[in-house]
Nanobody
């Protein structure tokens, strides 16, 4: 069983930055694909960013809405995934969720159904 705990959310002005962290309790963290999703009030949960490893190569994926502004990364020694969010906009306001999955492909990393484990979420609010 994997438990995920997010932190780092908060209130920030438009144009500002936040870094979200997701700490995993699993001992096989390095083998998991990790993803960040978000859900705004009245909207469906949507993919934000994902990271997976295939052999010695690490792949990252970003939703078009955050490309060039958000960066996903991981520190396997700390069992932690990160989401660095820069140039934040009011439309980035949402609850952000961390997710872990046993594997994903270039196509499936974008899908919430790929991920078996989810954190409780952390609120990000961007004021205009």
């Amino acid at each position: 069983q994997v438990q995920l705990v997010e932190s780092g959310g908060g209130l920030v002005q438009a144009g500002g930055s936040l870094r979200l962290s997701c700490v995993s309790s699993g001992r096989t963290f390095s083998s998991y694909a990790m993803g960040w999703f978000r859900q705004a009030p009245g909207k469906e949960r949507e993919f934000v960013a994902g990271i997976r490893r295939s052999g010695a190569i690490t792949y990252t994926y970003n939703a078009d809405s955050v490309k060039g502004r958000f960066t996903i990364s991981r520190d396997n020694a700390k069992n932690t995934a990160y989401l660095q969010m820069n140039s934040l906009k009011p439309e980035d306001t949402a609850v952000y969720y961390c997710a872990a999955g046993s594997s994903c492909s270039a196509a499936s990393c974008y899908s919430s159904s790929t991920y078996q484990y989810w954190g409780q979420g952390t609120q990000v609010t961007v004021s205009s």
